[in-house]
């Protein structure tokens, strides 16, 4: 027993290596100013007004999103690589929505970002959709040109 434990021990600390690169990689790769290209909420458009004027700043795990003069939504998050999809957990710190919790899914792709986004009372999303009913929001956001 003692035998079979120190050999685990050391497989699953370097297993656990990558996992934490993973994770620094992809909240390194979602840092900067990204604009909003387009937004819906279980299966209903955003209006051009809210996507024309959403922006987000990712900076050391906060995530900053403002709609005009509408709202701004400041949030932690923590990422999950390894997951299929890639899971994103935030929790709003600062505005309306203070104390909520969400959960969702990511994407990085290059230079556009697509969250999709349910309270952490449901079900986290698998795919990156949203119909009546379902709680979801879905957005898609490009990288701002410096």
């Known amino acids: 027993m003692r035998t079979l434990l120190a050999l685990a021990v050391p497989v699953l600390l370097v297993a656990a290596e990558p996992v934490a690169d993973a994770v620094k990689k992809d909240m390194t790769a979602l840092e900067g100013d990204w604009t909003m290209v387009s937004g819906e909420r279980e299966g209903e458009a955003f209006p051009d007004d809210l996507v024309k004027s959403g922006k987000r700043e990712v900076k050391d795990g906060v995530s900053t999103a403002t709609f005009g003069e509408a709202f701004t939504i400041k949030s932690k998050f923590t990422v999950d690589p390894a997951k299929k999809p890639k899971a994103i957990d935030f929790e ?22 697509k969250l999709c986004l349910t309270t952490a009372d449901s ?22 040109k410096k």
């Not at 990156?128 to 701002?144: I, P, S, Y």
């Open 92 to 113: 709003v710190t600062d505005g309306d929505q203070k104390g909520t919790k969400l959960h969702g899914v990511y994407e990085l792709d290059g230079d556009t970002l």
């Open 123 to 144: 079900d986290r999303p698998t795919d990156f959709t949203t119909k009546a009913g379902d709680g979801r929001t879905l957005t898609v956001w490009k990288r701002a």
